[in-house]
T-cell receptor
């Protein structure tokens, strides 16, 4: 089983739509999770960390379900500029290594 | 806003040649990393570095790879004898601390093409 699994998409949504991505992870000992955003041929950029209690940053909401070992990202009121690949990332316990999923591609159209 | 910088942005080399990829981490950061991303694939961890030592490396990071902090600002990745399969985007990253919840900031990457 892959360490971090994501649906590659693409998710095609109109502007203003709400879209949700899920990600599953296999290492139950992992303590930290993140969503990164990657634009085409660019570096990953941190979108938000994911906390056990769930957290929100503007139009973005992240949730962690430890029992089922999945993480979600909800984007409300999608903008054209949200078009990118969203990377689910796990921080390995005890070390600084980040484990990336393959990413979910989002295309927001006018 | 401080950022990680990398040079060169693109490098083309012949198979078997040595390449050195350079990175300048954010100035008050103490932990440094190299990741790579083969075209169309996921970002993969190569190595982490702290206090002039490798703290962790992946199975990709074999004897052909080495890292160095030659002075107070640069952090380099050397590939001794490049192979075709080394063609990828190489990202340097840095963080203030080495704990798992600390944000890693990525540089813009060096696109390496091995012919």
């Amino acid at each position: 089983r892959k360490e971090v699994e994501q649906d590659p998409g693409p998710f095609n949504v109109p502007e203003g739509a709400t879209v949700a991505f899920n990600c599953t992870y296999s290492n139950s000992a992992s303590q930290s999770f993140f969503w990164y955003r990657q634009d085409c041929r660019k570096e990953p950029k941190l979108l938000m960390s994911v906390y056990s209690s769930g957290n929100e940053d503007g139009r973005f909401t992240a949730q962690l379900n430890r029992a089922s070992q999945y993480i979600s990202l909800l984007i409300r009121d999608s903008k054209l500029s949200d078009s990118a690949t969203y990377l689910c990332v796990q921080g390995n316990t005890g070390f600084q290594k980040l484990v990336f999923g393959t990413g979910t591609r989002l295309l927001v159209s006018p | 806003e401080p950022e990680v910088t990398q040079t060169p942005s693109h490098q083309v080399t012949q198979m078997g040649q040595e390449v050195i990829l350079r990175c300048v981490p954010i100035s008050n950061h103490l932990y440094f990393y190299w990741y790579r991303q083969i075209l169309g694939q996921k970002v993969e961890f190569l190595v982490s570095f702290y206090n002039n030592e490798i703290s962790e490396k992946s199975e990709i990071f074999d004897d052909q790879f080495s890292v160095e902090r030659p002075d107070g600002s640069n952090f380099t990745l050397k590939i001794r004898s490049t192979k075709l399969e080394d063609s990828a985007m190489y990202f340097c990253a840095s963080s203030r601390q080495g704990v798992v919840w600390e944000t890693q900031y990525f540089g813009p990457g060096t696109r390496l093409l091995v012919l």
